[in-house]
């Protein structure tokens, strides 16, 4: 456990940043998070593709009126707060299984502090 505390936290997150979001969803599949929530993950991961591949050119038009762009406002919004929900329940899924395993909130908040120095 002594490794997880102190090396573990930035080797996974070496891995899991070298991951699309797609497959990061199969790893929460994988590890057998509930049905429901891999509902909301698939969904996110479809909204996050589309966001990232097509929404500027689905939304060219809106975004050369000042209403248009009002609305994309309104709309990603909308889905930043879907996606802030959807991050909630899985950190606390997250804190669930690395809690036992000596990676409490404190662990993780020192880890990231020194990688970010």
Do not use: C
């Not at 929900?85 to 395993?101: F, H, I, K, M, Y």
């Amino acid at each position: 456990m002594i490794w997880l505390n102190q090396n573990g936290i930035g080797v996974l997150l070496d891995d899991y940043s070298a991951r699309t979001f797609g497959q990061l969803a199969k790893r929460l599949q994988d590890k057998g998070t509930p049905a429901e929530l891999l509902h909301e993950d698939r969904k996110a991961v479809e909204k996050r593709n589309w966001l990232a591949n097509d929404y500027f050119w689905d939304r060219a038009v809106d975004f050369t009126m000042d209403e248009g762009r009002a609305a994309m406002i309104d709309e990603l919004q909308i889905v930043n707060e879907r996606f802030e929900a959807l991050d909630q329940r899985l950190e606390a899924l997250a804190r669930n299984w690395r809690t036992p395993r000596g990676m409490t909130d404190e662990v993780v908040a020192e880890t990231m502090e020194r990688m970010r120095a």
